[in-house]
Every structure is written in structure tokens, then in C-alpha cells.
């Protein structure tokens, strides 16, 4: 979703488009099943690291399907706690002027949407890396810690998984407010609790998240984007922000949250 406003995301998405991005060099991804004739066998079993649990590694991209309705329209009014909806709607009629990506700030609780721009997922047995072409990164800790108390919140949060069978589950706390949930300017506060729950086949990646907010949300609101193994391709260097004339922005100095 980086680089476009929230109407030219919808837009771009509903067009049927496919990961961008992910090119560069094409190198065979070690360890993937293939046929006879070299083409990924997309009916293996997916691959699994050397301790028995699956291998999340690779470069992965949303690829529409089901789930396009959630990211792209987000929240429904009654989901939205009534003190907040005025809020939203505000943001949305905005044209997302005030959206974390317009204002070149982190994706937040967000990122692990896949839309347009892939990612890269990085696992060892004790620590799962995913890396964005923006330069932007999260970590997910697999050593047995707990989630510790947070006192400086940041972007991205602070993410323990643990596994249940072979099913990942992931639990990050620790955001601040200066993101979205979605696209259409449904915020969150400093109380955002996600869990994730990961499962993998050979070219799909299952990604069920639920955020937890009671100040503004009326119930648990879940996403289940559906992403795609981007089999022999790589992610490429895209930080459009680094060097970024930020003029056109409306008041960019205010806070991203409509409140």
C-alpha cells in the first residue's frame, strides 16, 4: 500500500493486480519442490527446518482473492466504538491524507497485509525476521521469551510466537497510536493487542489476525489475507521516503490519528 493514497490503493487492488515489486535477480529459491521440467511443485508438502517445524523463508505477496473486501473496505461502522466512528469517517472522507503511508511513517500492525508490495521472511528456530522493500522490518521471537512490559511503544510492536502443532502463533503488543488497521482511517490505541496464527503449504501462506481494542473497537475484528509463494524472485530495494519532498502533504505535521 506504500506510495498511494487510500482511494488510489482500492483502486489499484480491485484491479486485479498482482504483487508488485518482488523481481530484480531470478534465482531458484533453495529447497523448493519442483517437477521434471524445473516449474515449483505447488502440491508438495511444504518445506520444514531442520528442528521439524515449517519453513516460513521466502518472498511472499497478497494475491486478492477473499480477504481483498477487508483490507480495501475496511472496518464496518457498527465494529467501530460510537465515539470513534465520527473520527473515522472523517479520515476516510479525507482521501487518507492523514494515512501512516502518505506521512512516510511505519506500517504498523498493518504491514503483514502483503498488499502490492511483497515481503521477506527470514526464520531460524529462535527468531522470524520479515523484511519489507521499504527498508522496514519486524521480528518475531521464538526463544521462549514472554511478552515483557512495555514502556516506550513503537511502530511495530513487540512480537513472541510459539508454536501449536505446526501452526505459529504470534502475540504483539507494544504498538503506539500513530497508525491504521485499515485503509479507510480506522485507528487504533496504545491497548492494540494482535495474535496471528501462521500455517503454510508449498505456495501458500495462511495469515489469520485478529486486533484486540476495546476503546475502539466494539469486538475483535479478524483479517485473513491469502499470500502467495513468490517462488525464484526476489524482494528489491523501494524507500521512495528517504528522499521524499513531503510539500504536498496537508499539514504533515499533524498527527496521524483523526482524534
Known sequence: MKRYLACGVVGFLLSGATPLGAQWLNHPTPGTPRLRNGQPNLMAAAPRQPHGKPDFSGVWGFDGGPSLFY????????????????????ASDNLGLNDQSTLCLPEGPRFNHFVAFPKKIVQTPKLLMVLAEDLTYRQIFLDG???????????????????????????TIGFNDETWLTDDGAFHTKDLRVVEKLKR???????????????????????????????????????????????????????????
Not at 510466537?161 to 502475540?171: C, F, I, K, S
Not at 528489491?236 to 510539500?247: H, N, Q, S, T, V
Open 145 to 171: 521469551r514472554k511478552l515483557p512490559e512495555v514502556s516506550t511503544p513503537s511502530f511495530m510492536g513487540y512480537s513472541v510466537g510459539h508454536w501449536e502443532g505446526d501452526t505459529l502463533v504470534v502475540e
Open 201 to 259: 503449504t508449498a505456495d501458500t501462506l495462511e495469515w489469520n489476525a485478529t486486533a484486540y481494542d476495546p476503546k475502539v473497537l466494539t469486538e475483535p475484528w479478524t483479517l485473513k489475507p491469502r499470500i502467495a509463494h513468490l517462488t525464484d524472485q526476489e524482494i528489491a530495494e523501494a524507500a521512495p521516503c528517504i528522499e521524499r519532498d513531503l510539500d504536498h502533504i496537508v499539514d504533515g505535521s499533524h498527527h496521524t490519528n483523526p482524534r
Open 71 to 90: 483490507i480495501a473496505g475496511g472496518l464496518k461502522p457498527e465494529e467501530i466504538q460510537p465515539w470513534a466512528r465520527e473520527a473515522v469517517q472523517r
